[in-house]
């Protein structure tokens, strides 16, 4: 299994960004699949995630109404739509799945997650 995000730039603050996930290998439509980042010198954070078969949508408070998370199985893959970007949405973005069948406790924790893309970097900078 493979992922392979895209999609991160520099822009103003206010602005937007769309970033990419494509997966090869697997069954994209089984997996559960999230975006985490990480800031400079920060650890690393959840930021949104969606069930296998759409079966629900979670986000991290910062940013609820700002980022929208989705899926296209047929095409295997994720994306992230990011509007209103903050200075403090810097970060280098990752997309991850999990094979596993995750509870709502779980999505939020990164050890729950087998595959790893490589990252792409967002910097929210006027």
């Known amino acids: 299994v493979q992922l392979q995000a895209s999609g991160g730039g520099l822009v103003q603050p206010g602005g937007s960004l769309r970033l990419s996930c494509v997966a090869s290998?697997?069954?994209?439509?089984?997996?559960?699949v999230a975006w985490f980042r990480r800031a400079p010198g920060k650890e690393r954070e959840f930021v949104a995630a969606?069930?296998?078969?759409?079966?629900?949508?979670y986000y991290t408070d910062s940013v609820k109404g700002r980022f929208t998370i989705s899926r296209d199985n047929a095409k295997n893959t994720l994306s992230l739509q990011m509007n209103s970007l903050k200075p403090e949405d810097t970060a280098l973005y990752y997309c991850?799945?999990?094979?596993?069948?995750?509870?709502?406790?779980?999505?939020?924790?990164?050890?729950?997650?087998?595959?790893w893309g490589q990252g792409t970097l967002v910097t929210v900078s006027s």
């Open positions: 991850a799945a999990s094979t596993l069948g995750l509870i709502t406790s779980q999505i939020r924790r990164g050890d729950q997650y087998d595959y």
């Open positions: 290998g697997g069954t994209f439509s089984s997996w559960t």
């Open positions: 969606i069930k296998r078969g759409n079966f629900g949508t």
